[in-house]
């Protein structure tokens, strides 16, 4: 299944101080965690906003139409592309527009979890959260009820993004920057011994 990213930063951040590289994340996305409700309509689907975080470095983030759809590979392929930490926020249990979307992301991180520990990793590199969603309020204005309005929202963004801020500085560097430098300083090596010959 591909994924299209409708809004994408680079996914490295500077260190305030030296101005290095210090962290990479990958947040993949509900499309309806956290927008406003919308009623359905004959006209198909509206475009999706992503909600602000606030992140204080760019951070990659990745709309999917649901994360009961992320499969292992898209988040092992994040942190091969270099993030130290990925996130998948999915909409509460009881309010996935997909019934079981939810449920079924929650298993697969708690799997991938495990592999990541079991390599060496640290499966705390993988976090899930879930936001309010929007099934029912988008159920409700379809059948012409008031929907409730969700003013702790923003509080709840700013709670993800804190737990991932501390997160990030209790963790240790990942082990698969090293590889990737090592492999790059063979590479680099085995051309120059190529171009001497």
């Known amino acids: 299944m591909p994924i299209r990213s409708y809004r994408s930063a680079s996914v490295s951040a500077a260190d305030g101080c030296s101005g290095q590289v210090s962290a990479a994340v990958t947040v993949f996305l509900c499309a309806n965690c956290a927008r ?21 470095w760019p951070v ?34 009881d309010n996935c527009h997909y019934l079981e979307g939810s449920k079924r992301c929650a298993r697969r991180v708690g799997y991938l979890r495990s592999i990541l520990q079991e390599v060496g990793l640290s499966g705390d590199r993988l ?42 500085e209790d963790l240790h560097p990942s082990p698969l920057h090293e590889a990737q430098k090592d492999e790059e300083t063979v590479n680099s090596c085995q051309e120059g011994d190529n171009d001497q010959d």
Do not use: N, Y
């Open 36 to 56: 406003p409700a919308q009623a359905p309509t004959s006209a198909g689907r509206p475009q999706p906003t992503v909600p602000d975080f606030g992140w204080p």
């Open 60 to 93: 990659r983030e990745v709309l999917v139409p649901c994360t009961g759809r992320l499969q292992p590979e898209h988040i092992l392929k994040a942190f091969e592309s270099g993030s130290d930490l990925v996130c998948a926020v999915a909409c509460r249990e």
């Open 127 to 168: 976090m899930h959260f879930t936001l309010p969603g929007t099934a029912a309020e988008d159920m409700a204005l379809a059948a012409g009820r008031p929907v409730r309005t969700r003013e702790d929202l923003d509080a709840q963004l700013a709670a993800v993004r804190d737990r991932v801020m501390q997160a990030l």
